[in-house]
């Protein structure tokens, strides 16, 4: 399989680099390549795929056996994902190296539950264009993990990103350092989605979502944009807190009307809701030979959430209503009113054009009780 793709292969968390304002390293454009086999049963499979990046600083390898033949799926998946980053005068290459091994065993038809084991090091390579980073040691961390999830799911799916029913996820995981004392990361967290026919094709959709993460290292969500967004933009202005010890980040998606980083912290709450319609299928009632107009539908959506440090969006702890301003040798903290909690609206089209499920969306932020400017996204993928 060949495509082109604004996603990374496998979604893992991102090294936190802790230098200066926050930057998150997006996919950006790049090329996909896959290529499977399988025996004449299915009961074996064997998968490698690699990301190639136009800027060739993002690079991704991936490598899986899968056995089906018994009840209890298993998967062996080796993973390695480089990104390269400006971080203050140096210019580093962050190597991840996973290899993880999955259970997968499932209840019945719609219930299922999986485990994961893992082994991932972090390696940090200072590239030479200087004499001060010719000098750079790497660095390389080493973590062992454990994660469990329980998933339900009894959706029929009535068209492309048309669903009835019901779907959800809860997951717990652990990461513990190996090469340095007393280094842990917990993560909790669950994906609750529903789907009701108002009429016919006529779809509601709503989902909440949340996760918080806790130990003396942590992960830092950024909220804001979609998942899978062709041209993401990131506010550098918004600062991460510097007490929270944060060893990863990753996004907190879709709060439409925003870019990414309107709120950060190591939890997030998240609810979105869509009516989608589509049109041609709905009116004809017949499916059309077209694939652009089958699939075609109109989008209207309303997304509110927040991320935040402490024990709940409105602590004195969240780092939101805390600004630190250095300027040489003075350091001044200034303590400011932020409603934390933010919300976007608007209308989407939807089609599938050219093999991809190509969205657009057209929303408008809401913080503060101020409705801010239009944004505009382009992204790929179903559902929310």
């Known amino acids: 399989m060949n495509q082109v793709d604004f996603s990374y292969l496998n979604n893992t968390y991102q090294q936190f680099t802790n230098v200066g304002s926050p930057i998150y390293i997006n996919p950006g454009f790049n090329a996909l390549f896959k290529v499977g086999v399988n025996d004449l049963l299915e009961d074996y499979r064997i998968t490698g795929g690699i990301r190639l990046s136009a800027d060739i600083d993002k690079t991704e390898y991936v490598l899986s056996f899968e056995n089906l033949r018994s009840r209890v ?119 609750f989605r529903n789907y009701q026919k108002i009429s016919r094709l006529f779809i509601w959709a709503n989902r909440i979502a949340g996760s918080t993460s806790f130990g003396n290292q942590k992960l830092v969500y950024y909220m804001g944009g979609v998942d899978n967004w062709l041209f993401p933009k990131f506010n550098n202005y918004i600062n991460v807190a510097t007490d929270q010890n944060y060893a990863y980040q990753t996004l907190a998606t879709n709060l439409r009307g925003f870019t990414q980083n309107i709120r950060n912290g190591n939890s997030f709450m998240l609810i979105n809701s869509e009516f989608r319609l589509p049109v041609f299928r709905y009116f004809v009632n017949r499916p059309l030979k077209s694939e652009i107009f089958n699939n075609f539908q109109i989008v209207a959506f309303g997304d509110i959430g927040t991320a935040w440090t402490g024990s709940n969006p409105y602590s004195d702890k969240n780092s939101l209503y805390t600004r630190i301003y250095q300027q040489g040798p003075l350091t001044i903290t200034i303590r400011t009113q932020n409603e934390p909690i933010v919300g976007g609206y608007g209308f989407g089209l939807r089609t599938k054009l050219m093999g991809y499920f190509v969205r657009a969306d057209w929303a408008w932020g809401v913080e503060d009780a101020i409705v801010l400017p239009k944004v505009f996204y382009l992204s790929l993928g179903l559902d929310f």
């Not at 499932?106 to 390579?125: C, E, H, W, Y």
């Not at 030479?128 to 994660?147: F, I, M, Q, R, V």
């Open 73 to 191: 799926d298993k998967q062996l998946l080796f993973h390695r994902q480089s990104l390269q980053n400006i971080e203050g005068s140096s210019n580093v290459k962050h190597h991840t190296n996973e290899v993880l091994y999955m259970l997968k065993f499932p209840f019945n038809q719609v219930m299922s539950i999986k485990g994961t084991s893992l082994i991932r090091n972090d390696q940090a390579v200072y590239l030479s264009t200087d004499l001060k980073n010719l000098k750079e040691p790497n660095t390389n961390k080493t973590w062992a993990g454990l994660k469990g999830e329980f998933v339900f799911d009894n959706t029929r799916e009535k068209g492309m990103n048309l669903y009835y029913g019901t779907r959800f996820k809860a997951f717990a995981e652990v990461y513990k350092q190996l090469d340095e004392k007393n280094k842990q990361l917990n993560v909790v967290g669950f994906d």
